[in-house]
Nanobody, 131 residues
Framework: QEKVVESGGGSVQSGGSLRLSCLASGYSRSTTCMAWFRQAPDSEREGIAVIDYDGNVVVADSVKDRFTASRGDDKDSFYLQMDDVKPEDTGTYYC?????????????????????????WGQGTQVIVSP
């Protein structure tokens, strides 16, 4: 059974760092498209980072000067390093996965606005940033 699990959330003060981890399992082949989305209270889900099979990574413009995303060697893990966090980063962070990206390469950024392209979602991990 395909499953996605996030970890690493918590409470941190503004300016601090957190590292979120995502592990996908149960796929008959390595997941080739993974993404991080976040949802703040009373807000829509926002795409944060996505990676495709070739290792192309896109991080949302709103956070790319503070967040970096990387994949494990097994291609089934995806990490989000959050530095210099701000109160507006507070929210639930979800990892999503699928066996392929509908849009890849130079069009990969489109996946940040297409959560329905992903068939597996984690339960989310909470991030709380205090001033």
């Amino acid at each position: 059974q395909e499953k996605v699990v996030e970890s690493g959330g918590g409470s941190v003060q503004s300016g601090g760092s957190l590292r979120l981890s995502c592990l996908a399992s149960g796929y008959s082949r390595s997941t080739t498209c993974m993404a991080w989305f976040r949802q703040a209270p009373d807000s829509e889900r926002e795409g944060i980072a996505v990676i495709d099979y070739d290792g192309n990574v896109v991080v949302a413009d709103s956070v790319k000067d503070r967040f970096t995303a990387s994949r494990g060697d097994d291609k089934d893990s995806f990490y989000l390093q959050m530095d210099d966090v701000k109160p507006e980063d507070t929210g639930t962070y979800y990892c999503a996965a699928d066996t392929f990206c509908v849009y890849g390469g130079t069009l990969l950024a489109r996946e940040l606005t297409r959560p329905d392209d992903f068939n597996s979602w984690g339960q989310g991990t909470q991030v709380i940033v205090s001033p």
